[in-house]
DNA sequence: AAATATACATTGACAGGCGATGTATATTAG
DNA sequence: CTAATATACATCGCCTGTCAATGTATATTT
C-alpha cells in the first residue's frame, strides 16, 4: 500500500475535475500540471488517467473536443460540464469530511 | 463513488491498527468503537474488517488469541506487534503526507 | 540516425471492498 | 415460551479503480 495507491485512490476524479475547472485542458498537460505542483511526488499513471476520462465523460461530467494543432502530436481537449462542476463540488465536501473521519480514527 | 468505499479505502488496516494499539480487541468491539467515534456515520463492513485481519496477521502486524469467555459467543482477540506499531507510525506519516497532497490539487 | 519528448489509447491482471450467506450463542420483547 | 434481536466470527464471489505493458504517431534534440 504505497502513498501513490490506495490513499489518493478515489481522488483521481476530482483531482482532474479540479483541473477543468480552471480551463479545458488535455490528458498530458494534466498531468504535467500534477506534478508541478506536487514537486514531482505524485502523478497519475496514463492507464488510470484515460480510464478516468473515459468515466467522466460517459457520465456526462466532461465533453471531449479535438484541438486544432497543425503541428505536433494531436490533442483531446476536455471541458468540464455544469454537472461535473457540481460533482467537483461535492467531492471537495466529502473530502473534508474524510479527512476529519479519518482525523478522529487513526 | 461513495464516501464510506474509495475515499476510505487505504485507512481500513490504519483504523484497525488504531484501536489496537490502545488496547487488545476484537472484531465486532473494533467495528462499535469505529461507529461511535464518528457517531455512526461510518462503520467497517464485515467482510472489510475480517479480511484486513486476515491480510494484518499474515503479515505479521498483528496476533490473535481466542478469549476466555464462560458465556456469549467466542471472540477472537487481536494484539499489535512491535512490527504492526511500526506499520501504524508509518500510515499515519502517510497520511498527514496524503492530506497536504490532496489539499494542494483538488 | 538515434534518442527523447509530446500525446493518446487499450488490454489484462491485481487487490481491496462488500453484498450475500452461513454458523452459533445469549438476551429481550411480546 | 417463543420469536426477534444482539453478539460474534467467517467465507465466497463479484465489482471497480489502478497500473504495467504495449502500441501508434509526430516533432525536436543530440
Not at 506534478?35 to 461530467?61: C, I, P, V
Request: proline content about 0%; glycine content about 6%; hydrophobic content about 35%.
Amino acid at each position: 500500500m504505497s502513498l501513490t495507491s490506495d490513499l489518493i485512490r478515489g481522488h483521481t476524479e476530482t483531482i482532474i475535475l479540479a483541473r477543468l475547472a480552471i480551463a479545458d485542458s488535455y490528458g498530458y498537460e494534466i498531468n504535467k500540471a500534477i506534478q508541478q505542483t506536487t514537486n514531482g511526488e505524485y502523478e497519475l499513471k496514463e492507464a488510470t488517467l484515460y480510464s478516468a476520462f473515459r468515466r467522466l465523460e460517459s457520465a456526462g461530467m466532461i465533453e471531449s473536443y479535438w484541438g486544432d494543432e497543425t503541428t505536433g502530436a494531436r490533442r483531446r481537449y476536455y471541458r468540464i460540464t455544469s454537472l461535473g462542476q457540481a460533482l467537483y463540488e461535492k467531492n471537495k465536501q466529502d473530502w473534508e469530511k474524510t479527512k476529519k473521519l479519518v482525523d478522529s480514527l487513526v
